[in-house]
T-cell receptor, first 113, second 110 residues
């Protein structure tokens, strides 16, 4: 199993550009989440999904969209990048049986100039 | 609104010291509290605590939960440089994802 994979590892965007951060898991997990981590702020939840076709907003959803058309994939879209979105983004998944045991991807470091 | 406060925010100790990290929380429909260790990359799972007063142990690490006072502590005895990391606590409520604290950055110097 590859676990949770994220691409790209690094990305630099200009203000106003859009892009999609990819996240995939091969563990057949129902739950998937996106977090951002900023210095001194801990992990903050952006969006999450409890199953294919179901998504919900987390703590900091503005400026981001998600969709969950398959169990495996949970892409995060930045609609119009802003410098405030410079951060490290983590995707995580967990099973419905053990929802507390989240498996994290390696992260994507995004810089918006 | 859910709230998680970890203290201290950072800590520097010498190898062999014992440290105690604190996590207080206010969440609705509390189910459990989790501790994670984050080194350079993604967090890794340490403990899940569901019941008050029952200590969970893993080697030199131990943790306990007080559901009445709404806090948890993580103890690390005989610290080593490999314990240097950010330690995150995260209460879990219902079927929603974890709510993370800001973390405690532990630095262990030789």
């Amino acid at each position: 199993n590859a676990g949770v994979t994220q691409t790209p590892k690094f990305q630099v965007l200009k203000t106003g550009q859009s892009m999609t951060l990819q996240c995939a898991q091969d563990m057949n997990h129902e739950y998937m989440s996106w977090y951002r981590q900023d210095p001194g702020m801990g992990l903050r939840l952006i969006h999450y999904s409890v199953g294919a076709g179901i998504t919900d907003q987390g703590e900091v959803p503005n400026g981001y969209n998600v969709s969950r058309s398959t169990t495996e994939d949970f892409p995060l879209r930045l609609l119009s990048a802003a410098p405030s979105q410079t951060s490290v983004y983590f995707c995580a998944s967990s099973s419905g049986v053990r929802p507390y045991e989240q498996y994290f991807g390696p992260g994507t470091r995004l810089t918006v100039t | 609104e859910d709230k998680v406060v970890q203290s201290p925010l950072s800590l520097v100790v010498h190898e062999g010291d014992t440290v105690t990290l604190n996590c207080s929380y206010e969440v609705t429909n509390f189910r459990s509290l989790l501790w994670y260790k984050q080194e350079k990359k993604a967090p890794t799972f340490l403990f899940m605590l569901t019941s008050s007063g029952i200590e969970k142990k893993s080697g030199r690490l131990s943790s306990i939960l007080d559901k009445k006072e709404l806090f948890s502590i993580l103890n690390i005895t005989a610290t080593q440089t490999g314990d240097s990391a950010v330690y995150l606590c995260a209460p879990k409520s219902g079927n929603t994802p974890l709510v993370f604290g800001k973390g405690t950055r532990l630095s262990v110097i030789a």
